[in-house]
């Protein structure tokens, strides 16, 4: 029987045991370059760190079962991961892109790949026709849902179902909802991108990234990519990041719980104009999150009436952090802006909705009443400030 993703977070089903560690209980740190030959022609399994390590082979493991993909490659972070899968892609291929993406995967696409030969279509492709931009050219699809900082949701089925017709590879950065709630590969998708910064990880003090796939032709050279390359995620990082995982599932809980909780009470202020949530019911994808998702995460973006307003929050939250990154147990607070869409051109951040007024929360495990107490204070002062010369 296949077990639930609480128990794959912390076993792994094809574990040969800890018989080899002694029996620890918490896998150990490789902490090595390379490793000795038994003879000549002969080899442990392991050679040489940047192949691979025994301790990132592990987590690889945890991560491929927890997505249910057959390959789980582990990068030194997110975007070393997204570039190496840049790497499978050659001068002249074209690539449709959802607009609303991480500030960072747009800057790579669009100042490091596209000066490498490879063309990009931005759409929204929640709302588009993607079928209208595909060319003889074009190789793939590449998502993120729900999007960053938007919170635009795509039918994962239903764009996997364009890109199997036209034989498309489809990517889906699936760093908001981690494999705790959502699994695009079961849902069509050929690779899965993750920011194990992240979620993964969750306790802000590790930077990591994850290519998952459920293709043998793309594993082998991904495979062939990270040796060659050496982007692969360090022993000591590793283990890190696998003990965070083990904690997953109930952080995802915990965070999401409290995201409703902060989202039922931002739409109740005055000075908040939008509140984009897709746990809401009124979030326009809402039933496509509850087919598709498990859960609607903790990741919330709010805009308040003014860009000076906006500023004040993030002055006056004194628990919360004002710091850019998001899944972790700490609650940030980001000024998209000019945090992580500072290098997105200002028409194209517009377009996607990113004005001065917006804001975004990556909720953490605090008591909720505590981080409710931190922002109804932000805003009572906020208000006080702003508007106090104008009352008399
Ligand atoms: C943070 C992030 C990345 C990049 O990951 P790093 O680990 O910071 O390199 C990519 N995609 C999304 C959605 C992210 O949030």
Same mark, same amino acid.
């Given at each position: ?11 792994? #089903? ?17 902490? /090595?370059?390379?490793?000795?030959? &038994? ?38 972070? =997110? @975007? ?10 050659? &001068? ?9 993406? %991480? ?29 209208? %931009? ?10 993120? /849902?729900?999007?960053?900082? @938007? @919170? ?31 699994? &695009? ?54 283990? *890190?990041? @696998?003990?965070?995982?083990?904690? *997953?599932?109930? !952080? ?29 019911? +009124?979030? &326009? ?5 509850? !087919?598709?998702? !498990?859960?609607?995460?903790?990741? *919330? +973006? ?5 860009? #000076? ?12 952090? %004002?710091? #850019? ?14 945090? +992580? ?17 917006? *804001? ?23 208000? #006080?400030?702003?508007?106090? =010369?104008?009352?008399?």
């Amino acid at each position: 029987m296949e077990r639930n993703i609480n128990t794959k977070c912390i076993h792994l #089903e094809e574990d040969p045991g800890n018989k080899n560690h002694y029996g620890a209980i918490s896998f150990p740190i490789y902490q /090595t370059a390379t490793f000795a030959h &038994p003879g000549v022609g002969m080899s442990t399994g392991y050679d040489y760190s940047r192949l691979q390590n025994p301790t990132r082979e592990h987590l690889e493991k945890i991560v491929a079962s927890l997505e249910g993909g057959i390959d789980a490659l582990a990068f030194s972070t =997110g @975007m070393s991961a997204i570039s190496a899968l840049m790497e499978l892609f050659k &001068p002249g291929d074209h690539l449709i892109v959802d607009a609303d993406l %991480y500030g960072g995967s747009i800057r790579l696409f669009n100042s490091i790949s596209s000066k490498n030969g490879i063309d990009f279509t931005s759409i929204d492709c929640c709302k588009e026709d993607v079928k209208k %931009y595909i060319t003889d050219k074009t190789k793939a699809i590449y998502i993120e /849902t729900p999007t960053n900082p @938007m @919170m635009n949701v795509t039918d994962i089925a239903a764009i996997s179902k364009i890109a199997k017709e036209y034989k498309l590879m489809l990517i889906v950065d699936n760093t908001f909802l981690s494999p705790y709630f959502q699994n &695009p590969l079961k849902l069509g998708a050929d690779v899965v991108v993750h920011s194990g910064t992240k979620y993964l990880g969750g306790h802000n003090d590790t930077l990591a990234g994850f290519l998952v796939t459920s293709r043998e032709d793309i594993s082998e050279q991904l495979r062939f990519n990270i040796k060659t390359t050496g982007a692969g995620l360090a022993p000591f990082d590793s283990w *890190l990041i @696998m003990r965070g995982i083990k904690t *997953l599932g109930v !952080r995802m809980e915990r965070a999401q719980s409290n995201a409703f909780k902060i989202a039922e009470w931002l739409e109740n202020q005055k000075a908040v104009t939008k509140v984009i949530y897709p746990g809401l019911k +009124t979030h &326009p994808a809402h039933e496509i999150m509850c !087919r598709q998702s !498990r859960g609607f995460g903790a990741m *919330l +973006t709010f805009e308040v009436q003014s860009k #000076e307003f906006a500023l004040s929050i993030l002055e006056k939250v004194q628990l919360i952090q %004002y710091a #850019e990154s998001l899944g972790g147990v700490e609650t940030l607070i980001t000024y998209p802006t000019t945090q +992580t869409h500072a290098d997105v051109p200002e028409d194209v951040r517009l377009k996607n909705g990113i004005t001065d007024c917006v *804001l975004r929360l990556s909720v953490g495990i605090e008591d909720v009443d505590d981080l409710i107490n931190d922002l109804s204070d932000a805003f009572k002062r906020t208000e #006080e400030e702003l508007y106090s =010369g104008k009352e008399s």
